[in-house]
């Protein structure tokens, strides 16, 4: 059962990258079979500076070692060590549909918001196509905002494969986690980088203690008794960072009065800090070692051709390219 994803490297992870994407992932790391990559070639469509690709591919890199993939557990790699994917997006490209693509729900909310579409953006479902089927995957952990792009690549295997031979590309499972987690951000909505709302997994201590003391509650005093405790932002953090008694208990404490926001904020931020400190140390030897961390991608890169390079020639083969 091979697991393939990959993560665009187009900003700095959060809390919500982490508990949405990144710790299940990792998880699914002990089956075995895990293939994951730094999309380079789809951040192209939507960043233009070449510094800052690096910086956030590097730092992707950094994150996901440093929160606990194991690169002998999985292939780690970054997408653009592999060109072939590229030749391969233009093979499955010519049996697309342009009506599939103008349907795709990311390209209409990137017309939508006015961003004026490029010929990238628009075969940004086949390059993603491309890159799942390449490495004959069985399931795609994301969440349900890709859920359409998977069925695409669906569509696209099982036509690619009808017109040129069965067995020619694996067709992906669907299977998409509803219970994908959704983290609140700082002002209630969900974290996302787009509504600058987000928490970073790693960062500059005072500017973080700094946003979540910066949350902004109600304006009840400490002594209130707040019947809604439950749905309080700090609690719902608290979740993710405390034991399930140890948030419990700062629950009861609200709902019954007596705790002050203050408090509660101060709370959040150290079991915050102190969840991610194992991460935070793993991540600083892996900065001084960066020849090591070039490694891990090169000999994933390594590993993920080896795969990537029998696809390409069944898919040549099939469509009598060769
Ligand atoms: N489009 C995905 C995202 O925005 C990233 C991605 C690129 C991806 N290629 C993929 C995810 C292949 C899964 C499989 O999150």
Same mark, same amino acid.
């Given at each position: ?10 900003? =700095?992870?959060? #809390? ?9 992932? #990792? ?7 895990? +293939? ?15 510094? !800052? %690709?690096? *910086? ?9 070692? &440093? ?19 590229? !030749? ?23 017309? &939508? ?15 993603? &196509? ?6 004959? =995957? ?17 569509? #696209? ?6 017109? +040129? ?9 669907? %299977? ?7 983290? /609140? ?10 509504? *600058?709302? =987000? #928490? ?20 009840? @005093?400490?002594?209130? /008794?707040? /019947? ?21 208990? +700062? ?6 009065? $007596?705790?002050?926001? $203050? ?6 931020? !150290?079991? +915050? ?37 029998? @696809?390409?020639?069944?898919? %040549? ?6």
């Amino acid at each position: 059962m091979r697991v393939l994803t990959g993560i665009t490297p187009s900003g =700095t992870l959060h #809390i919500g990258n982490y508990f949405g994407a990144m710790r299940p992932a #990792i998880e699914l790391q002990a089956g075995g079979d895990a +293939y994951y990559f730094i999309a380079d070639y789809h951040s192209l469509t939507v960043i233009t500076d070449p510094a !800052e %690709r690096r *910086g956030y591919t590097q730092g992707i890199a950094l994150d996901w070692l &440093a929160c606990g993939l194991d690169p002998a557990k999985s292939v780690f790699w970054r997408q653009s060590d592999i060109p072939e994917v590229c !030749e391969l997006t233009w093979l499955i490209g010519s049996l697309t549909p342009m009506g599939l693509l103008e349907r795709a729900h990311s390209y209409k909310d990137k017309l &939508a918001k006015g961003i004026a579409p490029n010929f990238g953006l628009f075969a940004y479902p086949v390059l993603m &196509a491309a890159d799942i089927l390449l490495y004959d =995957t069985n399931v795609v952990p994301v969440g349900k905002d890709q859920k359409q792009h998977l069925e695409m690549t669906r569509d #696209i295997a099982i036509k690619f494969n009808l017109t +040129y031979g069965e067995g020619t590309f694996v067709v992906p499972e669907e %299977r998409i986690s509803e219970s994908v987690a959704v983290i /609140p951000g700082l002002d209630g909505q969900k974290m996302s980088k787009s509504y *600058g709302n =987000t #928490i970073e997994i790693f960062g500059d201590e005072k500017v973080l203690r700094k946003k979540i003391m910066g949350i902004v509650m109600d304006s009840r @005093t400490p002594q209130e /008794p707040k /019947p809604d405790a439950d749905k309080n932002l700090a609690i719902q953090l608290l979740r993710f960072f405390a034991q399930a008694d140890v948030a419990a208990d +700062y629950e009861s404490r609200l709902r019954a009065g $007596g705790l002050g926001y $203050g408090d509660l904020k101060k709370t959040l931020f !150290e079991h +915050y800090w102190n969840f991610f400190a194992p991460y935070r140390a793993r991540r600083a030897e892996l900065v001084a070692n960066p020849d090591y961390v070039e490694k891990v991608l090169h000999d994933g890169a390594e590993r993920a051709r080896a795969v990537a390079a029998k @696809t390409m020639a069944r898919a %040549r083969q099939a469509c009598g390219l060769r």
